[in-house]
């Protein structure tokens, strides 16, 4: 497998492609990657790889080799170790402890169907919001069987100054509420993970895909309750199909072609064209190799479109 190996050190700027095994990679999982390595790359940064499949029951097996091939393949050169979810529980379990120390987090034994039912219950940007059956809970109560364990948001608003999008603002109380750090099913989530890996990886820039700029202040919460130093970040717009939906394996997204330069290639020059780049038209049939050396001579993000998607072309 083709990996750079030079260590990770932490003055520099660290990126980094986190792809969950869900399904193959197709074009927009293609742009978040371009979007990210290229933003490394072009300022003596490295770019990390990550396999979240911290959600055991959405992995598919098999799908990190396909994965990982296929980052190879399109020419992209990770430093280090790839650094798998699956294998980090502990980490993520310490954290947590060190969260329910802190009185930061606590368990809730509530279902989704109790907690959409509960008169007067609000819909924030991610479904109904928390409203607290459980959140008088202390350490050293007891605690129920199957819980899952919440983070207490804290009040205020968190902002940043998204390098594309720019400000961004959320309270996370009234939009979001207290949010799940582990499911009752054992599975630790999305949000913990992202967080304790993108500390531990030394991310310094967070470039990904914009479905996720919703996600970036409960991390920034996260990561201040951790005392972690929050990154910048980028959010990249969104492939959409001509349906208007985000390209996923639940739209049945198309995986990008493998095998191949004359096939590899014209699919990343229209990545570098969807991130506003301006490619040359001629290089639709160039080698990878002077594809990739014209992006790297030419990334600018500030050229990046900063609406929320567009259809694949
Ligand atoms: N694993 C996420 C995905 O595949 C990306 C998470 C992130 O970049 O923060 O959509």
Redo the contacts with the bound molecule.
């Keep these: 497998m083709n990996s750079v190996s030079e260590p990770v050190t932490l003055s520099r700027r660290v990126g980094?492609?986190?792809?969950?095994p869900?399904g193959p990679l197709h074009l927009g999982?293609l742009v978040?990657a371009a979007g990210s390595y290229l933003d490394a790359r072009t300022t003596g940064g490295q770019w990390l790889l990550r396999i979240?499949d911290v959600d055991r029951p959405r992995s598919v097996p098999g799908m990190v080799d396909t994965q990982l091939s296929a980052l190879d393949a399109y020419g992209f050169e990770w430093a280090g170790e790839v650094l798998r979810q699956s294998e980090r529980s502990a980490i993520y379990q310490a954290t947590l402890d060190s969260l329910i120390a802190q009185g930061l987090a606590y368990p809730c034994h509530c279902t989704r169907s109790q907690i959409a039912g509960v008169p007067g219950a609000r819909r924030g940007i991610d479904g109904v919001i928390y409203p607290g059956t459980c959140a008088a809970w202390a350490p050293g109560d007891p605690v129920p069987a199957t819980a899952a364990w919440r983070f207490r948001v804290p009040g205020g608003i968190f902002r940043f100054r998204d390098r594309i999008r720019g400000h961004i603002a959320q309270n996370l109380v009234d939009e979001v509420g207290d949010f799940p750090l582990l499911r009752a099913d054992g599975c630790f989530t999305?949000q913990l993970a992202?967080v304790v890996d993108?500390l531990a990886q030394g991310v310094t820039d967070?470039v990904?895909?914009a479905?996720?700029v919703d996600?970036s202040p409960r991390?920034m919460a996260l990561i201040q309750a951790l005392g972690g130093a929050v990154p910048t970040y980028a959010h990249l717009p969104v492939v959409i199909n001509a349906a208007g939906e985000k390209l996923s394996k639940q739209t049945r997204a198309e995986p990008i072609p493998v095998d191949g330069e004359a096939q590899r290639v014209p699919m990343l020059w229209q990545a570098l064209a969807f991130l506003g780049q301006q490619p040359p038209a001629e290089l639709r049939r160039s080698t990878q190799r002077e594809l990739w050396a014209w992006a790297l001579a030419h990334w600018q993000i500030a050229r990046v479109p900063g609406g929320s998607g567009a259809p694949a072309a």
């Design positions: 980094r492609f986190a792809p969950s869900t999982s978040a979240e999305y992202v993108d967070i990904r895909g479905d996720l996600s991390q």
